[in-house]
C-alpha cells in the first residue's frame, strides 16, 4: 500500500529544495542525463520507488499539464519499473486505484 502523505511531501519538496527530507533521512534530488528532469530515488514500505518530475514535452495529458504550468510528478516502483501514481500541484492520485 502507498503512503500518500510520503509521495504528497516528496512531490512538494522537489520542486524547491535540492534534497527531500524522510522522516530521519534525507534523499538527494538530481537530475536526468538526457532531459534534466528533477528525479529522486527513495524507500517505502520497505520498497524502491522513484519520483520524477514529468517531462512537458510528451504528448500525453500529464505532460499538456506541466506545460500549463502545473506541478507534476510520476511515482514508479524501482522493482516492477511501472508507474503507480501521480501528484498533480501536490494532490496524489494512485493509478488502478476506483475513486
Keep these: 500500500m502507498l503512503d500518500i502523505s510520503l509521495m504528497q511531501s516528496i512531490a512538494e519538496q522537489m520542486k524547491t529544495q535540492s534534497k527531500v527530507e524522510l522522516g530521519e533521512k534525507a534523499a538527494p534530488v538530481k537530475r536526468t542525463s538526457m532531459q534534466r528532469l528533477k528525479?529522486?530515488?527513495?524507500?517505502?514500505?520497505g520498497r524502491e520507488y522513484q519520483a520524477i518530475e514529468q517531462n512537458p514535452d510528451k504528448p500525453?495529458?500529464?505532460?499538456?499539464?506541466?506545460?500549463?504550468?502545473?506541478?507534476?510528478?510520476?511515482?514508479?516502483?524501482?522493482?516492477?519499473?511501472?508507474?503507480?501514481?501521480?501528484a498533480v500541484d501536490g494532490k496524489v492520485k494512485e493509478y488502478g486505484r476506483k475513486k
Design 39 to 45: 528525479t529522486v530515488s527513495f524507500k517505502m514500505n
Design 60 to 86: 500525453s495529458r500529464w505532460g499538456k499539464l506541466a506545460r500549463e504550468g502545473h506541478s507534476v510528478v510520476q511515482f514508479k516502483d524501482g522493482e516492477t519499473n511501472k508507474f503507480v501514481a501521480v
